[in-house]
């Protein structure tokens, strides 16, 4: 009746679920079609070099950006004909929210049984979370999840509802298991200016786009163009107004961001409405606008927040385990180097079969070694 789990799935980034992410970020995206299970938000980095992570209920509340709907990593350059998002490259997945305080053994296997292992590896996100679920100053957040009777299914039981303790709490043992089968990957996100608001994009009834381009008139086109149509059977042509085949259609609806980013790629935007509307422009190319559309992190600088959310977790008494699951060198290294001591730390290979015992042995040592803690302490 003591223990309780929180289960934190991660791939490249971290859904937190609609009554957490309420608590975060209020306020989400307008889209054309429903995405209420895209429950991510976009953290600073400052949220790596803090122990706790402000949200609304905190003595100093903050918000952040909500991660957007949006695929920043496809390319498709040789192909352009297929403009759509592409739902694996979608870094915010709605199948595996967290779990949060959870007494129920069944739930957590089902929610384990029902992962989809994914790429865009960000450890770090996991281990963010992870700390904050154990942090006392989350205590507040814990508070408002706590079911208010018995039908509502909540995310955690009212037993639960004085948690997270304190560090200092002689009577409590916080424990971190962080396991991986691969290492950190570039993180991508929109930048700021991209998230919201109106796009200079248009699209009309016919589905074609065209991209009013003002700022751009010291560029070579023609004298009473500002809007280039970008695709359609006009595709390369100006116009001086968003472009709609005929007068008596409707006018062309001005799209806001979140609308642009659900129907096409960044590669898309930067390609056909950018590059191709002025070629040879250093400015104006591809690379230019992905990197303008789009932040990007490297692995080393991922692995560096990792690090130090592992030393402030040892320093509050933690007690953190790692799992490197068929992972590679580098994966295998940050996780060696976020555990307590090189024997919390367990490196699992081999065959299917072998590494299945492997983890099976892995958890069983943990098992053992935490209770043989909680009668220590």
Known sequence: KNISISLIPYAGQVNLGPDLRALYQPTPPTYDSPREKFDCIDLPDSAYAQLSLPNLLSASPTTYPMTAFTDTFNTYIKNFNNPWPVQLDIRCKPWAPVILGSQNADALKDAINGLIAEGTTSIHLGMRYALTFLDPASLPLFKAVVPKNSENAGLMPESLAARPYGFDDAESLKVIILMTDGENY???????????????????????????????????????????IATGHRAGDWTSAPYQRKDTDPPPLQLTWPQVWERLRVSYVARLFYEDAFPGDAEMSYTALRDRFRKVEGAASMNAKMQSLCAMAKQERVVVYSIAFLAPKVGQEQLQACASSASHYFEVNGSNSAAAAGLSQAFNTIAGNINQLQLTE
């Not at 700022?215 to 163009?225: D, F, L, Q």
Request: cysteine-free; overall charge negative; glycine content about 10%.
């Open 186 to 228: 570039e993180f991508q996100a929109l930048n700021d200016g991209y998230q919201s608001g109106l796009s200079p994009i248009y699209q009309n009834i016919n589905g074609d786009y065209s991209i009013f381009h003002e700022p751009r008139a010291h560029v070579k086109r023609p004298s009473n163009g500002t809007h280039f």
